[in-house]
């Protein structure tokens, strides 16, 4: 049985499931994450009330595999989760490739 420590006591739990919608060009290449992140869910979120949380953003990656920008399309709730899902999915890595490949994802939050 695993160990707990107390951080991860401390820290809220959460879910986020991503879901990867089609790239957005047929010249896109490989957008498979080679490495990734998952978000936590906010504090922001918890003050607010908020259990749960949908994003939607859109990814743009350089020709090395990394994330150059990270556009917010939809959030519901509005604004509470943003900033989580940009700084996590700055974090990802994917398959060189093609300079300004870009995808959209879906980032579901529950508490």
């Known amino acids: 049985m695993p160990t707990i420590t ?26 498979t994450p080679v490495s990734r992140v998952d978000p936590e869910f906010p504090r922001e979120a918890i003050s607010a009330g908020a259990d749960s949380g949908k994003v939607k953003a859109r990814m743009t ?11 917010i399309i939809e959030a519901n709730p509005r604004r509470l989760f943003d900033r989580a899902v940009v700084k996590t999915l700055s974090q990802w890595k994917f398959s060189p490739g093609a300079d300004g490949r870009s995808m959209e994802i879906d980032v579901n939050f529950r508490r």
């Open 61 to 71: 990656i350089d020709a090395s595999g990394e994330v150059t920008r990270v556009e």
């Open 6 to 31: 107390r951080q991860q006591l401390a820290r809220p739990v959460m879910a986020a499931i991503f879901a990867m919608t089609a790239a957005v060009a047929a010249h896109a290449g490989d957008l």
